[in-house]
């Protein structure tokens, strides 16, 4: 295993470019199973979550061929085979099989996904939707079986908003008989860019950034080719290192009305951010930064996964902040990593407290999911001295080529080998 080590204290400043969105892709991919000839998707992002659900595809008969960051899928052989174990287990938008194999073969039998543990994320609503859309579904030995022997058109009402549950409802629904209308939907980016892609496919589909969408379910679906949406969350964790350490921070290809809630927190803070049609400029502000509040909510609102990075900076702000995550319980386990380098923070029930204007200090920390060691990444490039950063297989999840990115605005990054007995330490507590 490796472990990334940061030299902070240097400002930044050039360009970086995005890369397609992961909550995107992940999703995406699955959906090519439900054609009946290839699909090709552009501005795919390398990383290693993508890489599993492509290895999912071949395991069931597909033909994956790649080149750049575009990947063309030909499902035409592929065949409703078991994935009980194996690559399921490794990440948690696996999930998105279960839909996209019961819409094309009408059964399915998934491994109990994995992925960042951020406490219970329960698919019981996914569960919930299949079931109305016809589907019996049974947990034997660890994994969810499906079986349908007809899908037909239902009225869903999703009791909390959950985009995995609207995006999987969504692959099972195209394919079925009648009209499927999903209530209290997800209205994510990444749902819109989901529905783009069936949409080319064939499918019929109305409402996608609403709170309801209508489904008129079609026999088959066709290849087509998609382009993925930059991904915002790649986007907002640059403009919180430009924030941090930025002299000029040009983020390009970047959806700027999908930042709104990040870019209005950081201005409050003091941070310098200017919109462009497809770029944002951002630079830290000449003073001190200043203390603000925020809440995690549902798009549009401020999203989970920014709030570990945002912590990072907030370390920085004068005054007390509170960051209150309303949608992952265990979404703090970054916090005893950031006191290890100097952060006054502490934990009450679902919020952070920042005492601010923390003098960080490089040391070393372990991300334990995806989001975490983003915050330590933004962490170092503030912290005096040299932060050792291990469990980089979290960050490789979702971030495509970050130290080639770092490296290129000016951050002193690289990796080494990790020590045998740190290797030893993490996959222990990975257990």
């Known amino acids: 295993m490796e472990k990334l080590l940061i030299e902070g204290g240097h400002r930044l400043g050039g360009t970086v470019q995005i890369s397609g969105a992961k909550n995107s892709a992940v999703a995406l991919i699955p959906a090519t199973i ?15 979550d993508v890489r599993t659900l492509c290895k999912l595809l071949q395991e069931i008969g597909g033909k994956i061929t790649f080149h750049d960051n575009t990947i063309v899928v030909d499902p035409r052989e592929m065949v409703d085979m078991p994935l009980p174990n194996g690559s399921v287990k490794k990440l948690r938008a696996s999930y998105y099989m279960m839909g996209a194999m019961l819409g094309r073969f009408h059964q399915a039998v998934i491994g109990l996904p994995g992925g960042c543990n951020l406490g ?26 499906l079986r349908a022997e007809r899908l037909h058109g239902a009225r869903i009402y999703l009791d909390v908003v959950s985009v995995g549950a609207t995006i999987n409802i969504l692959l099972a629904a195209v394919r079925a008989e009648g009209q499927t209308v999903i209530e209290n939907a997800a209205k994510e980016p990444e749902i819109i860019d989901v529905v783009t892609l069936l949409t080319s496919m064939g499918a019929k589909i109305k409402g996608a950034g609403t709170d309801v969408i209508r489904v008129d379910g079609v026999q088959e679906l066709h290849g087509c080719r998609h382009m993925i949406i930059p991904d915002r969350i790649e986007a907002g964790t640059f403009m919180i290192i430009g924030a941090a350490e ?5 983020i390009d290809n970047v959806i700027p009305q999908h930042l709104e809630s990040l870019t209005a927190k ?22 001190q930064l200043k203390s603000v509040d925020v809440k995690t909510l549902v798009y549009p609102g401020f999203p989970t996964d920014l709030q570990q990075p945002l912590t990072s900076l907030l370390t920085q702000a004068a005054g007390t902040s509170i960051i209150t995550d309303t949608i992952y319980s265990a979404r703090f386990k970054h916090i005893d990593e950031l ?24 040391a070393r920390v372990r991300a334990t999911d995806l989001r975490a060691g983003a915050s330590l990444v933004i962490a170092g ?26 490296s290129g605005i000016g951050a002193h990054v690289w990796r080494e080998q990790a020590e045998e007995a740190e290797t030893r330490e993490n996959l222990r507590e990975q257990e």
């Open 34 to 48: 439900l054609a009946d000839s290839p699909v090709t998707i552009d501005q795919l992002p390398d990383i290693s």
């Open 339 to 362: 006191r290890r380098m100097g952060a006054e923070v502490k934990v009450e029930g679902r919020s952070a407290i920042l005492g601010g204007s923390s003098h960080l200090e490089g």
């Open 266 to 287: 950081l201005r409050e803070m003091g941070a310098d951010v200017q919109t462009g049609e497809d770029q944002m400029l951002v630079s830290k502000c000449t003073g």
């Open 120 to 145: 219970p994320r329960p698919i019981d609503q996914h569960i919930k939707g299949f079931e109305a859309l016809g589907a019996r579904v049974t947990n034997e030995r660890g994994a969810i079986y």
């Open 246 to 250: 930025g002299r000029e921070l040009l």
């Open 381 to 406: 490039l503030i912290a005096r001295g040299v932060t050792e950063i291990t469990g980089v297989e979290h960050i490789d999840r979702g971030y495509d080529h970050l130290m080639e990115k770092l």
